[in-house]
């Protein structure tokens, strides 16, 4: 394979630029100045590199349904009666489909890590078949984890246990729960301890679905962060969304951080979803729908920053950016602080990447050349732009080239004015 030379480049943090040299798959060599005459060489002017983003929560089976049938209402519950008719109508070949364009436009916004939500309900497993092949034939481009998601519930009337259970024989990394979804709350607590029950079991990962609802008094996130930990399982263990936390009351708040900080789980914001479906049915004021990261931030508590729904029945846009829903968090967040912007890079890369259990990548010699460049110095730029990287590597080969956008002023802007007219 022919040598890559990257020139110029600078690294996040460094005032100078560096040179970087890939061959073999690898970062070969860092040096101010690198001369190969056989290498490939790219203009990294500009340009900062980094390693690539990971996504903790993406669904495929939903993406593109927004075509099909329009969300009217905006809310959870329509979005799941339209996937309830939409879901049986999948086969194999058109989740592949669907996934291959998601996951075609995401590795182009410098994506190559991915947590998807597969639905398991009703038990055909079409969809799971379908992803555990992609995940297989896909491994020279990207990283898949498949988590069976039982979008029916445990308790209330589909046995979600039994379809998660064969869907692990499939071939899934992990399982997950939906206790704000069970006709209950005691079937919702039940759900939580049958989930970790066959997670521990078998030997599965968890990543629960909690308290995505504006009910103020829903305390799964606590219960799952301590059933976790009973469990043993704080390592294997994240939730998504959690934004009742918005409207809890603050004596319900100190308990759901102790819980957070003693466990050590994961969280899993959604910024776009969330932002538009919750808060429907409040008049205002409204929540911003996203659980309260600012202070999960101050309390060191891991969150991860999502993209989830890809043009579905619950959320009718979706772009692959990781970077415009970080830019989406830093607004609903107020996360506008130098020091929080960069901790909010991390939460498209580095969290993420801890969350689904993946090694630790830095740019150094000798590590895997798996890298994307993105334009500017800053994180204020890479999110308040929010472009996708101008080069984006995998395994030392180019896997992505976007095209610097620029635009031309056909007129000057004036700056003085020899008659003010009013
Ligand atoms: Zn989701």
């Known amino acids: 394979m022919r040598p890559i030379l990257i020139k110029s480049v600078k690294m996040p943090g460094e005032d100078d630029p560096v040179d970087i040299r890939l061959h073999h798959g690898l970062i070969a060599e860092i040096a101010p100045e690198i001369h190969c005459s056989e290498a490939e060489r790219i203009d990294g002017s500009g340009l900062t590199v980094m390693p690539p983003f990971a996504e903790a929560h993406i669904h495929l089976d939903t993406a593109f349904c927004a075509d099909e049938m329009e969300n009217q209402s905006g809310t959870l519950d329509e979005g799941i009666a339209i996937w309830q008719k939409l879901r049986p109508r999948l086969t194999e070949s058109l989740v592949q489909e669907k996934a291959e364009r998601v996951l075609g436009k995401m590795l182009t916004e410098g994506v190559q890590s991915f947590r998807v939500m597969v639905d398991v309900s009703g038990g055909q497993l079409t969809a799971m078949r379908a992803l555990v092949q992609m995940r297989e034939a896909g491994r020279e481009l990207f990283d898949l984890q ?37 006709e209950t709350r005691k079937k919702g607590s039940d759900s939580i301890k049958q989930c970790f029950d066959l997670a521990v079991s078998e030997d599965a990962t968890v990543h629960i679905f909690a308290d995505e609802t504006d009910e103020s008094d829903s305390r799964f996130t606590e219960q799952v962060a301590k059933v976790a930990q009973r469990y043993g399982w704080e390592n294997r263990t994240a939730v998504s969304h959690a934004n009742a936390m918005e409207y809890a009351s603050e004596t319900d708040m100190v308990k759901l951080l102790e819980a957070l900080i003693s466990s050590g789980i994961h969280l899993v914001t959604c910024p776009t979803v969330n932002s538009v479906m919750n808060g429907r049915t409040r008049t205002s004021p409204k929540g911003r729908g996203i659980m309260r990261v600012k202070e999960l931030m101050k309390a060191n508590i891991p969150v991860a920053c999502a993209h989830d729904d890809y043009r579905s029945p619950f959320y009718p846009l979706g772009t692959g950016s990781l970077l415009k829903s970080a830019n989406l968090l830093v607004h609903l967040g107020q996360l506008t602080a130098k020091e929080e912007l960069q901790k909010v890079m991390a939460m498209i890369g580095p969290v993420p990447r801890k969350l689904m259990g993946l090694s630790e990548t830095s740019i150094a010699e000798g590590e895997h050349a798996n890298l994307i460049l993105l334009e500017g110095e800053a994180p204020e730029e890479w999110i308040g732009h929010a472009q996708a990287p101008r080069y984006v590597f995998r395994r030392g080969r180019i896997l992505s080239y976007t095209p610097q956008v620029t635009s031309e002023l056909k007129m000057t802007v004036p700056k003085t004015a020899d008659i003010i007219e009013i």
């Open 146 to 182: 498949l988590i069976a998601f039982p979008q029916n519930g445990i308790c209330s009337g589909d046995d979600g246990i039994r379809h998660m259970k064969e869907a692990l024989e499939i071939g899934a990394d992990g399982i997950s729960a939906v206790p704000h979804l069970e």
